[in-house]
């Protein structure tokens, strides 16, 4: 199966957390308005990870701030 759309397994959308707080992180969808996973935000601490080729880019150093 070829991994061309920016989508997050299952398995492993079910086990990711933000690494800053261990809350919860959601899906925030492509600007273009498709199904791709864009990024996923933390609401707790307002970061948001970048989702890169459909591999979470889990790095706090890397994560942009939103603004709550």
Do not use: F
Not at 52 to 59: A, D, I, K, S, Y
């Amino acid at each position: 199966m070829s991994q061309s759309h920016q989508t997050i397994e299952p398995w492993l959308r079910g086990i990711i957390r933000c690494p800053q707080c261990k809350g919860e992180v959601a899906d925030v969808a492509a600007a273009d308005g498709g199904t791709d996973v864009a990024e996923l935000r933390c609401d707790t601490c307002h970061l948001a990870y970048p989702v890169e080729g459909g591999v979470p880019v889990l790095l706090v150093d890397l994560a942009r701030r939103t603004d709550g």
